[in-house]
Nanobody, 126 residues
Framework: QGQLVESGGGLVQAGASLRLSCVASGRTFSVMGWFRQAPGKEREFVAAISRSSTSTTYADSVKGRFTISRDNAKNTVYLQMNSLKPEDRAVYYC?????????????????????WGQGTQVTVSS
């Protein structure tokens, strides 16, 4: 069975950076992504990347500040978060999808992902 374990969350000041990591085990995932859920809000898409890293997509709210990457040798996906804002505060979840056809848009809906991590808290103080 596939398993995802996130790490790297924490409390930082606005303008700071954090890097989240998600280690996958048990399965080879075609697409891996990050979602986040703030208190009282629905879970929202942040970023996703294909296995070859040739396809990535970002939510408009994080474009230019966040970068997703993956190291297949380590079965790990990263989310580098720069210029953090208080509105980035949320629990960040790693998600993964087994199959994906190259040429299709990388999935951005949570329902399109089959595996989820337990989440890691990111808090940004103003």
């Amino acid at each position: 069975q596939g398993q995802l374990v996130e790490s790297g969350g924490g409390l930082v000041q606005a303008g700071a950076s954090l890097r989240l990591s998600c280690v996958a085990s048990g399965r080879t995932f075609s697409v891996m992504g990050w979602f986040r859920q703030a208190p009282g809000k629905e879970r929202e898409f942040v970023a996703a990347i294909s296995r070859s890293s040739t396809s990535t997509t970002y939510a408009d709210s994080v474009k230019g500040r966040f970068t997703i990457s993956r190291d297949n040798a380590k079965n790990t996906v990263y989310l580098q978060m720069n210029s953090l804002k208080p509105e980035d505060r949320a629990v960040y979840y790693c998600a993964a999808r087994l199959l994906w056809r190259s040429g299709n848009q990388v999935p951005v809906r949570s329902a399109e992902y089959e595996y989820w991590g337990q989440g890691t808290q990111v808090t940004v103080s103003s």
